[in-house]
């Protein structure tokens, strides 16, 4: 069955920068895309960002600037990457298979990831 | 962006009762809409997508409806396993946009 699993630092600090790491199982990353998406403590879902089975992204323009996403499938991971963090940017990341365009067809538990000064 | 207005954000029922949570869309989406069941240590679940379609697993009791700019989710007969948080998500275009929430607890 499809699992996803997000591992990131736990602990960032400010102007530094993230990654974070969606290992999957289940499927093959040619086959369907992965989002990431984030939630701020008490916040909504934001949707960030993804890439498509064809290895093609897109992103939110809201983070473009700053975020990157990618892939290694010989490893059935995709990385996310945001650099120049500030304290707005603590929240949990996950990460989510697209299996049907634009939907979250399966999610991992998430990371928190705080960004402090 | 297409801005997504969930409401209500808080809905107390009891078992057995009926309930419908809105999702309003700024813009038409079409039927881009999906919905997802968020549950206290387990992962996010996609409920319905397409509007009305429900995805494979999901309990009868849920249904949705809507099309354009205006969607509903409507779940018959609680069952105490329902008390969760439910999240509206437009794919129509991007950036995919998510409605604010909506927490149903128990009466």
């Known amino acids: 069955q499809v699992q996803m699993k997000e591992t990131g630092p736990g602990l960032v600090q400010t102007t530094q920068t993230l990654s974070v790491t969606c290992t999957v199982s289940g499927f093959s990353l040619t086959s369907y895309g992965v989002h990431w998406v984030r939630q701020a403590p008490g916040k909504g879902l934001e949707w960030m960002g993804i890439?498509?089975?064809?290895?093609?992204?897109n992103y939110n323009s809201a983070l473009k600037s700053r975020l990157s996403i990618s892939r290694d499938t010989s490893k059935s991971q995709v990385f996310l990457t945001m650099n120049s963090l500030q304290t707005d940017d603590t929240a949990v990341y996950y990460c989510a298979a697209n299996v049907y365009y634009g939907l979250l067809d399966y999610w991992g538990q998430g990371v928190m990831v705080t960004v402090s000064s | 962006d297409v801005q997504m207005t969930q409401s209500p954000s808080y809905l107390a029922a009891s078992p057995g009762e009926s309930v419908s949570i809105s999702c309003k869309a700024s813009?038409?989406?079409?039927?881009?809409l999906a919905w997802y069941q968020e549950k206290p240590g387990k992962t996010n679940k996609l409920l319905i997508y397409s509007g009305s379609t429900l995805q494979s697993g999901t309990p009868s009791r849920f249904s949705g409806s809507g099309s354009g700019t205006d969607f509903t989710l409507t779940i018959r007969s609680l069952e105490p396993e329902d008390f969760a948080v439910y999240y509206c998500?437009?794919?129509?275009?991007?950036?995919?946009?998510f409605g604010s929430g909506t927490k149903l607890e128990i009466k």
């Open positions: 813009k038409s989406i079409n039927t881009y």
């Open positions: 998500q437009q794919h129509n275009e991007y950036p995919f946009t």
């Open positions: 890439i498509w089975g064809d290895g093609s992204t």
